[in-house]
């Protein structure tokens, strides 16, 4: 089976502090994203990285950072937390193949106070 | 840039009875992939169905069938013989093709009640 695995479940941090989000897969998928999932807004792409130390924005990276160093690690970095980056981070991974399919991990549900 | 979209915030259906989800979605490209995604309360994303733009006859897993209509860039699920574990919300989502370094972009999502 696939494994996608993000560190925390749930996470509380406090305003201003330096948050990580870590996804780990063991498919050596080529592809990682992080997305950000929002009520009435669905999932929307924060970063995606196709290869190692290789990265794209997505339609909403203002505010995050990510970081791929290794093939099957993907992180994701909240500089300074904020309130409205409470939300529910999910992560994903596919191969680059032409009928990918992606999946998922469990999501962290982020709360900023 | 390519965007999904889901009409139907929210869908009711009984059990045993058929429901169709709705999504349309805007692309210039002539090669992408579709799907729709579930995630139910437990939160874990799993893949139900995915169409090949290329491909005219329409996907089928079990209870599971699209009508794919690529000229009106529409793409609905149909789900039969609803049972209480499809609860959940479903997600359509494209792909552009032929590519490295192609993102997945999702629609809002429709959260399904299946009613006993």
């Known amino acids: 089976d696939v494994k996608v695995t993000q560190s925390s479940r749930y996470l509380v941090k406090r305003t201003g502090e330096k948050v990580f989000l870590e996804c780990v897969q063991d498919?050596?998928?080529?592809?990682m994203f992080w997305y950000r999932q929002d009520p009435g807004l669905g999932l929307r792409l924060i970063y995606f990285?196709?290869?190692?130390?290789?990265?794209e924005k997505g339609d909403i990276p203002e505010g995050y950072s990510v970081s791929r160093e290794k093939k099957e690690r993907f992180s994701l970095i909240l500089e300074s937390a904020s309130t409205n980056q409470t939300s529910m981070y999910l992560c994903?991974?596919?191969?680059?193949?032409?009928?990918?399919?992606?999946?998922f991990g469990q999501g962290t549900r982020l709360t900023v106070v | 840039a390519q965007t999904v979209t889901q009409s139907q915030p929210e869908m009711s259906v009984q059990e045993a009875e058929t429901v169709t989800l709705s999504c349309t979605y805007d692309?210039?490209?002539?090669?992408?992939?579709l799907f729709w995604y579930k995630q139910p309360p437990s939160r874990q994303m799993i893949l139900v169905i995915r169409?090949?733009?290329?491909?005219?006859q329409n996907a089928t897993e079990n209870r599971f069938s699209v009508n794919f209509q690529k000229a009106a860039k529409s793409f609905s699920l149909k789900i039969s013989d609803s049972q209480l574990g499809d609860t959940a919300m479903y997600f359509c989502?494209?792909?552009?093709?032929?590519?490295?370094?192609?993102?997945?972009?999702f629609g809002t999502g429709t959260l399904l009640a299946v009613q006993p």
């Open positions: 994903a991974s596919c191969a680059r193949t032409e009928t990918t399919e992606a999946f």
């Open positions: 498919m050596d998928h080529e592809n």
């Open positions: 990285s196709y290869d190692v130390k290789m990265k």
């Open positions: 692309t210039s490209e002539s090669n992408y992939y």
């Open positions: 169409q090949e733009a290329y491909k005219q």
């Open positions: 989502a494209f792909m552009k093709g032929g590519g490295a370094t192609n993102k997945l972009i």
